[in-house]
C-alpha cells in the first residue's frame, strides 16, 4: 500500500469509516508499527475544531437578504402563474387556437422561407428554441407584466451568469421600450434567458439568448404569425428579438442589441 | 408526488440559507459571488423541484445544486471576467478585528482552511463541518469514497504542517535554529 493510501485508511480510521474488520488489521499494525504510529499521529495533529470555527460564518451569512430575494422571487413567479392562468381562463378556448394558428402559421412560415431559417445551424436543433419563444410570446399580453416592477440589476446579473454574460441595465435598454423582467429558463438542457419589454403601442417584446453553441450566423429577420423577429447567433450564444412590431422597428431594436452583444 | 416534492422544497430552501451560504463562501472564497450562487441555487431547486426524490436529505440535494452552478457556471465567468481566484483565506476571516479578537482560534482555523485547495476545502467542509458520512460526501462531490478520504488525509497533513509536526521519518533535530518567524519580525513600512 503506497503512503498515500496508507495515510486515506488512517484517517478513515480516525474518522470512524472503517468496518470493524478493517478497524481490527489497523489495530493490530499499530502495535507492531512504530511508523504508521507516527503517520497517525501526524494526521491527528491536522485535527482543528472544525465545527466551532465554522460556526462563526453562519452567524455571518446574510440570511434575512436571502430571504427576501427567494420570498421575491417566489412572489414572482406566482404572479407570472396566476397571471398566465387568468388569461388562460379568459381565454380558453380562443387561445388553443391561437396556438394552433401560430404553429400553422409558424409552419407555413419555415415551409416558405425554411432555407434562410435552417441554414443558420446545420445541426438543425436552433430552430426549434426559437420556435418555442415565438409560442411562449403568444401568452404574453400587456397584463403580464402589468403590475410587476421592473426587475432588479440583481435579477439581470443572475440571469446573466447562467448565460455567462454580464448583463447590466445599460446593456439591455432599448428606445421608447420599458424593460420589465428578466428570467431564466431552460431548453433541453441549454440555459435561456429571457428579458421582456413593454411597448406601449404594441404590447409585449422579449429579448432572449440561449447559451447551446451554435454557429455563428448574421442578423436575419422574418415575420412569424403576427410576430416578426429579428435573430443572430454570435460565440456560441443564439439571440433573438420578437414583438407585435412592423419588421423594420424589430429589425431597428435587434441591431442596437448586436452592437451590444 | 410532485406537487409534495414541490412543497417540500419551497418550505425547506429558508431554512438551509446560511449553510448554503457558508458553502458557498468556501467554495467561491468571496462574500458577493456566495450571495448570488445562493440566489442561483434557490432559483435552480424551485425549477427542479419536481426532481427531488422525497424521502431524500434535502440539505444534500441542495448542496450537489449548489456545487454544480460553482462548477458550470460561476466559476468559469469568474475565470474569464479576469477575476480569477480570490485567496479564500482572507475571504474566510471577516474583517473586523472585532471579530479576530473575540474569535481568535476561530479565525485561525477559518485562515487554515481557505489556504487549502478548492477541493480539499471543500471536503473538509462537507465532512468535518456538515457531517456527512464519506459516502454523502462522495454523492455531493460527484466523486468515489477513495477520493475523499485521500482529500481529508492532504488536508489533514497540510494542517498538521501548520503546526509545525516534523516529517515522523525524519529525525528530531535538537539545536538548530527555530522555525522563522513571520508575523513578530520588524516590518517594512
Known sequence: ?261 | MKAIARKEVSAGLAPNLARLWRYALVLSGARDVADDLVQATCVRALERAEQFQLGTQLDRWLFSILRSIWLNELRSRRVRMGGGFVDASEALVFDGSHEIETNIFAAQVLKEVGGLPEAQRETVLLVYVEGLSYREAAEVLSAPVGTVMSRLAAARLTLAKLRGTPEPKLERRQGEDGPKSITQGPKDE
Not at chain 1, 482543528?48 to 414572482?76: C, K
Not at chain 1, 447562467?162 to 441549454?190: H, M, S, V, W
Open chain 1, 1 to 261: 500500500m503506497s503512503e498515500d493510501d496508507e495515510d486515506a485508511r488512517l484517517v478513515a480510521y480516525i474518522d470512524g469509516e472503517l468496518d470493524k474488520d478493517e478497524r481490527a488489521a489497523v489495530e493490530e499494525r499499530l502495535t507492531t508499527d512504530a511508523d504508521l504510529r507516527a503517520r497517525l499521529m501526524r494526521l491527528r495533529e491536522g485535527e482543528r475544531p472544525f465545527v466551532a470555527a465554522f460556526e462563526a460564518l453562519l452567524e455571518r451569512a446574510p440570511v434575512e437578504r436571502l430571504q427576501a430575494s427567494l420570498a421575491e422571487h417566489v412572489a414572482r413567479q406566482e404572479r407570472r402563474r396566476t397571471s398566465m392562468r387568468d388569461s388562460w381562463t379568459l381565454r380558453t378556448g380562443v387561445l388553443a387556437a391561437a396556438a394552433a394558428i401560430i404553429l400553422f402559421c409558424a409552419g407555413i412560415a419555415i415551409g416558405r422561407y425554411g432555407p434562410g431559417w435552417l441554414a443558420g445551424g446545420p445541426e438543425g436543433g436552433d430552430e426549434d428554441w426559437r420556435q418555442s419563444v415565438v409560442e411562449y410570446a403568444a401568452f404574453y399580453t400587456p397584463e403580464t407584466f402589468g403590475s410587476e416592477p421592473a426587475s432588479k440589476p440583481k435579477d439581470l446579473a443572475l440571469v446573466g451568469a447562467k448565460l455567462g454574460l454580464p448583463l447590466t441595465p445599460e446593456r439591455i435598454a432599448l428606445a421608447n421600450l420599458e424593460f420589465k423582467d428578466a428570467q431564466i429558463l431552460n431548453f433541453r438542457g441549454a440555459p435561456l434567458g429571457e428579458l421582456d419589454y413593454l411597448d406601449p403601442a404594441t404590447g409585449p417584446v422579449l429579448f432572449c439568448i440561449i447559451r447551446d453553441s451554435e454557429p455563428n450566423a448574421a442578423m436575419k429577420t422574418e415575420t412569424r404569425g403576427e410576430f416578426a423577429v429579428a435573430s443572430w447567433a454570435r460565440d456560441g450564444r443564439g439571440y433573438i428579438v420578437i414583438g407585435k412590431l412592423p419588421v423594420k422597428q424589430i429589425a431597428e431594436l435587434a441591431n442596437s442589441l448586436e452592437q451590444r452583444f
